[in-house]
């Protein structure tokens, strides 16, 4: 899968299980700016039937306004409170979108060079980190491996860089992009130790009170023995799983050292203003949002999946830029030559982050050329079974036997946690067009066009074996 939902991918074992039976959304949709049977209401109303979500908060930001703010369902099944502009959903790795947004403030502020190296503000970084800048860690490219858990809890930025300074790397900085966590823990050292401020004052003092947040923060979790402390979240919205159709209340607890990379709470009000900001070049100038936005270039010439903190990519031809997080918990996506954003926030733990990116395709023309023919297809039956797999990833049809047998083991049960029964996540496939196949590389590589509905496509990118049997997949909007 794409690298921004590899932290779910990382911990879909343990709590991601797919959802067996459906239910109606819980309240009705209550909406500021906007009508309840409009495209958007109507598919995310479906989107909360079809995969048991109770709630979602939605912020569309349109040149410097917000156009829109949504409410949906409930906030907690237990007291039944609802949703609203200002509940605060835990947005999990979506927390990036404010972690790049401070990388860029201290740039603009000429406190931090993104291409100087980690010795110029690490002294006593290992010698096997020579090659190994800023831009590096804020991109998921320094080689750095993630460090074990066990016994770091309670551990500080700095006790946990430390750890990392003591172990090999995993590749060569900029040789690839591969989405960690140690990066975000060291940078988060870094930061602290240029502004001589801890990593939280920076935010606050950088972003939530220019901005004048209310309900964005930290829970500050922590385990002592049996018993789970936290801060009280004012208009905290629940999250859930659901097992056989039972919700359970499930979020992430995040140490310290991780807050660069996930654990706020926060609003649909509060990141709309986020997105007002961005648009009017308050926060950072046009000129810092573009570098943020520009995704590394690797060793081998070819882009990276990352900006600075921001995942980078494209939707019907335009540059987008943003973060998901735990799925959907967090999903804001930036089309910056739109001057347009979307966020979404919901409460149920699972759902691939695609619903900004289809909520933002409703508001953009067609992309030219869906109906083109493509390559002529010599294996018509390998594609349709290719097909089944894309549908089956969503409806939870997923066939097994197309993988193979170490896909089967790994892969399978991952991607059967995400998809339910005609989820609604995407329109109906309405057509698969073959655009390569790479029969000499290795492994073998098949990347098919599919086409949803009338105009949200997707490149799906399948890794096959010499039977034609699934290694591993990827895909991209175009």
């Known amino acids: 899968m794409r690298d921004v939902t590899k932290d779910l991918l990382a911990l879909a074992f343990l709590l991601l299980t797919a959802s067996c039976a459906t239910h109606p959304p819980l309240s009705s949709p209550e909406t500021l700016g906007g009508s309840a049977t409009d495209a958007v209401d109507a598919y995310l109303q479906a989107v909360m039937e079809k995969n048991q979500v109770p709630g979602i908060a939605l912020a569309i930001v349109r040149d410097g306004k917000v156009e829109r703010l949504g409410s ?17 959903f835990q947005i999990a790795s979506a927390t990036k979108v404010f972690t790049g947004t401070l990388v860029m403030r201290l740039v603009q502020e000429g406190k931090l060079d993104l291409d100087e190296p980690l010795s110029k503000y690490l002294p006593d970084a290992p010698e ?31 006790e946990r860089y430390e750890a990392a300074k003591k172990t090999s790397l995993a590749y060569a900085p900029g040789e690839r992009s591969e ?58 919205a629940s999250l859930y799983r659901f097992v056989d159709g039972v919700p359970q209340r499930a979020w992430f607890l995040y140490p310290v050292h991780t807050y660069a990379a996930g654990g706020v709470f926060s609003c649909a009000k509060d990141l709309a203003q986020w997105a007002v900001a961005m648009d009017q070049g308050t926060l950072l100038t046009p000129a810092m949002q573009q570098a943020s936005a520009t995704a590394l270039k690797l060793k081998d010439g070819h882009a990276g999946g990352f900006g ?40 149920k733990q699972g759902l691939l982050p695609v619903l900004a990116r289809n909520i933002a395709s409703l508001h953009l023309p067609p992309l030219p050329g869906l109906d083109a023919p493509g390559l002529a297809d010599t294996e018509p039956a390998l594609t349709a079974t290719l097909r089944g797999v894309v549908e089956g990833v969503m409806n939870g049809t997923l066939d097994a036997a197309a993988f193979a047998p170490r ?4 892969l399978v049960p991952v991607l059967r946690g995400f998809g339910t029964p005609g989820s609604a996540l995407y329109p109906p496939v309405r057509r698969v067009v073959l655009l390569e196949d790479r029969r000499d590389s290795e492994p073998r590589k098949r990347i098919l066009r599919v086409v949803y509905g009338q105009d949200i496509s997707v490149k799906w990118t399948f890794s096959l074996d010499a039977a034609g049997k699934v290694l591993d997949l990827d895909y991209e909007w175009e």
């Not at 949906?72 to 605060?88: C, F, W």
């Not at 090659?131 to 500080?156: C, F, I, Q, W, Y």
């Not at 502004?195 to 950088?206: A, I, P, Q, Y």
């Open 72 to 88: 949906y369902g409930l906030a907690d099944l237990e007291s039944e409170t609802k949703v609203g502009p200002e509940t605060s």
């Open 128 to 158: 096997t980190w020579k090659g190994m800048t800023v831009r590096h860690l804020t991109a998921h490219a320094s080689g750095l491996k993630d460090l074990p858990d066990e016994d770091s809890s309670a551990a500080t930025a700095a």
């Open 179 to 236: 989405y960690a966590l140690t990066d975000f823990v060291v940078l988060t050292h870094l930061m602290e130790k240029v502004t001589g401020e801890r990593f939280e004052e920076l935010l606050r003092s950088r972003i939530f009170q220019p901005l004048g947040f209310s309900c964005t923060r930290y829970e500050h979790a922590r385990q002592e023995g049996p018993v789970r402390l936290a801060d009280v979240i004012p208009r905290r």
């Open 308 to 347: 600075v903190a921001f995942a980078v990519s494209q939707l019907r031809g335009l540059l987008t830029f943003g973060h998901s997080g735990g799925g959907s918990l967090g999903d804001v996506l930036r089309i910056p030559d739109q001057k347009l954003t979307v966020i979404i926030l919901t409460n």
């Open 407 to 410: 896909a089967q083991e790994e």
